[in-house]
């Protein structure tokens, strides 16, 4: 498995960015997919992005493709999301996963996740 380590949530204004970062230790990270998912209250975890060792990004097309965009550095072991012109309804804790292989939308697909980092956008 691999050890993540989220950072970078924070509370913003409508429009506004953050960036978020995911640290990895433990496996392999050039060879693991990544993930980023949010949970909002009293709902479902849900993705938002995804990006192959080689960098190939899926996005979940409704909700954040053209405001978020997910990049890693292999040489610092480290993924992020880039997250610009922010609404109230992003807000939730942001979680770090990752997985083997080829990148997923599915929460089930990812084998070690971070403890999540708490985005609030205030309207």
């Known amino acids: 498995q691999v050890q993540l380590v989220e950072s970078g949530g924070g509370l913003v204004q409508a429009g506004g960015s953050l960036r978020l970062s995911c640290a990895a230790s433990?496996?392999?990270?050039?060879?693991?997919?990544m993930g980023w998912f949010r949970q909002a209250p009293g709902k479902e975890r849900e993705f938002v992005a995804a990006?192959?060792?080689?960098?190939?990004?899926?996005y979940d097309i409704d909700s954040v493709k053209g405001r978020f965009t997910i990049s890693r550095d292999n040489a610092k072991n480290t993924v992020y999301l880039q997250m610009n012109s922010l609404k109230p309804e992003d807000t939730a804790v942001y979680y770090c996963?990752?997985?083997?292989?080829?990148?997923?939308?599915?929460?089930?697909?990812?084998?070690?996740w971070g403890q999540g980092t708490q985005v609030t956008v205030s309207s």
């Open positions: 996963a990752s997985k083997l292989g080829a990148g997923s939308t599915h929460v089930a697909d990812y084998d070690s």
């Open positions: 433990g496996r392999l990270f050039i060879t693991d997919a």
């Open positions: 990006i192959t060792w080689s960098g190939r990004s899926l």
